[in-house]
């Protein structure tokens, strides 16, 4: 929509509908303040709608990509509560799906975690979603096994798959155990 002396505006249907719109009208400078107020939440409604298709998302970065991309706090707050009533936007889904992913790809508790705390997942939605992973012995053994490939580790490689299962998220423990079910010979150095 152009109006004289401004810079175009995006409108959508409800805007024309809401405002009565049709060309040559004359709006009052109330009216059109209220009108770019309109076309900005529907233009970040659309952004949103198309960032969470693109991909999931949590709430908290669906909020921050809307605000970086020159959304207000509260249209991407508005945005993100319109979704979240149309069922788009699960933050629960969303954690149990990283935490999937994550664990299948080898990764341990402290691992995930820490991505669902990068991601800004609510700390109460964490002991649901992690309940959804793995054991950790499984997971870990998994790795050992596709690091291995059925050989036996001397005592460089047992320290180095140990040291790898620990940047990956797994407890001293947990690693501890997983080396002892691999290796049979294993004392700790």
């Known amino acids: 929509m152009y109006l004289e002396g401004e810079a175009p505006i995006r409108v959508t249907e409800n805007e024309l509908l809401h405002f009565g719109l049709y060309a040559g009208l004359d709006i009052d400078p109330a009216s059109v303040v209220e009108l770019k107020k309109r076309a900005a939440q529907s233009e970040t409604r659309l952004r949103a709608v198309n960032m969470i ?101 001397d005592a460089r490689e047992r320290k180095r798959l140990s040291d790898l299962l620990l940047r990956r998220g797994f407890s001293w423990g947990e690693v501890r155990a997983a080396l002892n079910a691999v290796c049979t010979d294993y004392e700790e150095d």
């Open 53 to 153: 298709s693109a991909r999931p998302l949590s709430r908290q970065e669906l909020q921050r990509r809307l605000c970086d991309k020159g959304a207000t706090e509260q249209d991407a707050a508005a945005a993100a509560d319109w979704l979240e009533s149309i069922g788009a936007l699960d933050d629960l889904a969303y954690a149990r799906t990283l935490v999937r992913h994550y664990s299948e790809n080898g990764y341990g508790a402290a691992k995930l975690r820490d991505e669902l705390y990068r991601r800004g997942i609510a700390r109460e939605l964490w002991d649901e979603a992690l309940a959804a992973a793995p054991e950790a012995q499984e997971t870990a053994a998994r790795v050992l096994a596709a690091k291995l490939r059925g050989r036996t580790p």
